[in-house]
């Protein structure tokens, strides 16, 4: 969504996450790899190499074991990455993987092959749905975490990077309530970062829990040990719908805000630095005609936004952060839906019923 201040571009550069890889999980067909799935060695921290034990087994390799048999290779004529078992018939992946694909080839853990219908794909959310002509026996669907994850949780990635079938990788949960691009230029919501190995060939994969549960659906990575996915409370809330409808319809405000930093509070005699700044509304838009946006100057020799509303509320949730606004967004509203956003107007707060728009393919304004 453009409520947010940092692009696309700089959000990759300020995140050490290389452009070339950030977003491209997926890969080109690489030189072709034995089709049998191999746990391979992509780190020091590799499945088997932990001190950790439960008997004679490492944590992670009964991990690895349970899990291995949901997590597949998912081919399409562009490209390849990876993907797991969500139900009896589905499979879910990233929507960069299949692109714009609608027959695949998922290829499971033992190598048997079956064809694949892209039956949804979600680019803002980064999220589409396979069904499966054939699932064996062997590849259950894997759950879900009820809980949302903590920093410091020990997670495993496990998926097929540069066309390594079956490779795990260990790390962290790094940051939680992240907002990363989408492939249509908005942000995703609630996503989790990681320091587990990710790398192009992973998207679409699982990042799960030393419990067996996804936390995250990966979505890019590459560089300086910095990985995202997409949580797993926003993935409950897509798949299902991609799976009934082929899409889903997410709820859209129309505006484009700033955080209102100290000097943003100064330039716009605020008693304290709090809330969301808007600073453009869409023409046409769902805000057009009922919030207001701001007029750049220059204060103090800095260019800063001036007059317009602030955001403080929606639905009594409290807007710190952009990432409070874009979480709240994804995970409890619906497009179409009226809600009640708290904003400061000219000095007064007052509390506007809004009806939230759906979000157009591309960003606008």
């Known amino acids: 969504m453009p409520d947010s201040t940092l692009d696309r571009r700089q959000f990759l550069r300020l995140g050490g996450v290389a452009a070339a890889t950030g977003l491209a999980g997926c890969s080109a067909d690489a030189p072709a790899a034995d089709d049998g799935a191999t746990a391979t060695t992509d780190s020091p921290t590799e499945t088997g190499t932990q001190t950790t034990q439960e008997g004679s087994e490492s944590v992670y390799t009964r991990l690895y074991r349970d899990t291995i048999g949901s997590v597949v290779l998912v081919r399409t004529g562009q490209g390849q990455g990876t993907g797991f078992v969500y139900d009896d018939d589905h499979v879910v992946t990233n929507a960069h993987v299949v692109g714009d694909a609608t027959e695949t080839e998922i ?36 759950s879900f975490a009820e809980r949302d994850p903590v920093v410091g949780q020990e997670v495993v990635a496990i998926g097929n990077p540069y066309d390594l079938d079956g490779s795990a990788t260990t790390g962290i949960v790094s940051g939680i309530d992240r907002s990363i691009p989408s492939p249509t230029g908005y942000r995703i919501p609630d996503a989790i970062q990681t320091d587990a190995a990710v790398n192009p060939g992973n998207s679409g994969g699982p990042l799960v829990s030393l419990d067996g549960e996804v936390v995250a659906v990966i979505n890019s990575g590459g560089g300086d040990n910095i990985g995202f996915g997409i949580s797993a409370a926003l993935t409950e809330r897509v798949v299902p719908r991609l799976i009934e409808n082929g899409e889903f319809d997410h709820a859209y405000l129309g505006v484009t805000f700033t955080n209102v930093t100290p000097s943003v509070a100064d330039a716009n005699d605020l008693d304290e630095p709090r809330g969301l700044l808007i600073v453009n509304v869409v023409d046409g838009g769902p805000a057009d005609g009922t919030l207001q946006g701001s007029d750049p100057e220059v204060v103090d020799g800095r260019r800063v936004p001036v007059g317009g509303d602030v955001l403080l509320e929606i639905e009594g949730s409290e807007l710190l952060t952009a990432e409070d606004l874009g979480s709240y967004l994804a995970l409890e509203t619906r497009a179409n839906q009226t809600v009640e956003l708290t904003i400061r107007r000219d000095g007064d707060e007052e509390t506007v019923p809004f009806e939230l728009g759906e979000r157009p393919d591309d960003i606008q304004g």
């Not at 290829?107 to 980064?126: A, C, K, M, Y």
């Open 107 to 142: 290829r499971f853990s033992e190598g048997q092959w079956s064809s694949g219908e892209v039956v949804g794909s979600d680019p803002h959310s980064d999220l589409a749905t396979v069904e499966v002509e054939e699932v064996p026996s062997s590849a259950t669907p894997v």
